[in-house]
């Protein structure tokens, strides 16, 4: 909004110019962010502990973990809804209002938002949220529609590009549709399973937005796609300023989550950011190296994956607990050195997607 009613000043107020710069207005948006996450931190609070939103721990009958989460019995949840909040208004100030991908991420973060939202209330309400095969559903309805609407807008391509190899393409047309279903889905539950400790899936989604705001001003410039023999995509700059909108929210986030929390993010938080990963992910069309960026949030969801199939394959379970953190926790390792071991790995996989940049 502010680029539109501030740009066109330039020509008289010569300083203004600096705001058709994308690195200028994600800089912008991530200082927005974290101010508003900290303004209204003490308020929203409130607000959760008012109205008694608070998480019911359910560690599914599994008594040593029972036992290690007493002391979070009574944290607010649905924190998220700040994170949030604070993303879309310091992304609407400072993105360009005519960029379509900029809209395509907000209502998928917005609609898995919502999904989340009614999970959290009924968990805190009735004890029990949305059965997996409702919040699945809801899921392949809100992907689904993405696919949908990346595949009839002709500025957006449907082919895939593979790390490591520049002239391998393919064009996937309309199975483009469940591609980007199965990405945005398995993005966001990783993300949901990963939200188990005070600080850990947020952390590891901030390592994340950085990289991939690096990655979305590097194949949105036609100068830096072309050096780096990557696809180049016009609009595809401009997601810079909802990546650093998610670094500026999720580090003002972590300043009260981390360990020891005095607040939970909640479905809410974990699908909606999860689901804007991936879409972000699709529309520069960097997929793979997602798998990359976000190996914690691989190897979590794998671990559920894993132990689902070895449970039920051969009785018996392959890790102590899943996801995989849970595991740890049943090993003995206390839980911030858990957080801490996992953001350095975040870390490890963040540097070498970039360095998959230079290996085409």
């Not at 994170?83 to 917005?110: E, F, H, K, P, Q």
Request: hydrophobic share 55%; with cysteine.
């Amino acid at each position: 909004m502010l680029y539109h009613i501030l740009y066109p000043l330039s020509k008289y107020f010569g300083v203004l110019n600096v705001t058709k710069y994308i690195t200028f207005r994600g800089g912008c948006a991530f200082i927005t962010a974290f101010l508003i996450v900290m303004v209204f931190w003490k308020f929203t609070l409130k607000r959760l502990k008012k109205l008694q939103l608070i998480e019911k721990i359910d560690m599914y009958g599994h008594v040593h973990l029972e036992a290690l989460y007493q002391s979070k019995k009574g944290t607010p949840t649905m924190g998220g809804i700040l994170i949030l909040g604070a993303i879309i208004i310091a992304t609407l100030l400072w993105m360009r209002w005519d960029n379509y991908s900029m809209w395509l991420c907000l209502v998928v973060m917005v609609s898995l938002g919502m999904v989340g939202l009614r999970d959290d209330l009924l968990k805190t309400k009735k004890g029990k949220g949305l059965s997996r095969s409702e919040k699945l559903f809801y899921q392949i309805l809100i992907g689904g529609l993405l696919g949908i609407l990346i595949l009839i807008n002709r500025d957006f391509s449907t082919t895939l590009d593979f790390p490591f190899f520049k002239n391998i393409v393919k064009d996937l047309g309309y199975f483009y549709i469940f591609w980007a279903a199965f990405v945005m889905i398995a993005t966001s539950n990783a993300v949901n399973f990963t939200d188990g400790l005070d600080g850990l899936a947020i952390g590891a989604l901030i390592s994340n937005a950085l990289i991939f705001a690096f990655l979305c001003y590097l194949v949105g410039n036609v100068k830096f796609a072309n050096y780096l023999f990557i696809p180049f995509i016009k609009e595809a700059g401009e997601l810079t300023v909802l990546c650093l909108a998610l670094v500026g929210a999720g580090l003002g986030f972590l300043w009260f989550n981390s360990y020891p929390a005095q607040v939970f993010m909640g479905d809410v938080g974990a699908l909606a950011l999860g689901g804007l990963l991936g879409t972000i992910a699709l529309l520069i069309k960097k997929e793979f190296l997602l798998v990359v960026s976000g190996g914690i949030f691989v190897a979590e969801a794998m671990s559920v994956i894993l132990q689902i199939i070895s449970v039920r394959a051969w009785g018996r379970k392959l890790f102590r607990a899943a996801p995989l953190h849970h595991h740890f926790q049943l090993l003995g390792w206390k839980e911030p050195k858990i957080i801490v071991r996992f953001w350095i790995v975040s870390l490890i996989c963040a540097v070498a997607t970039l360095l998959t940049l230079k290996l085409r």
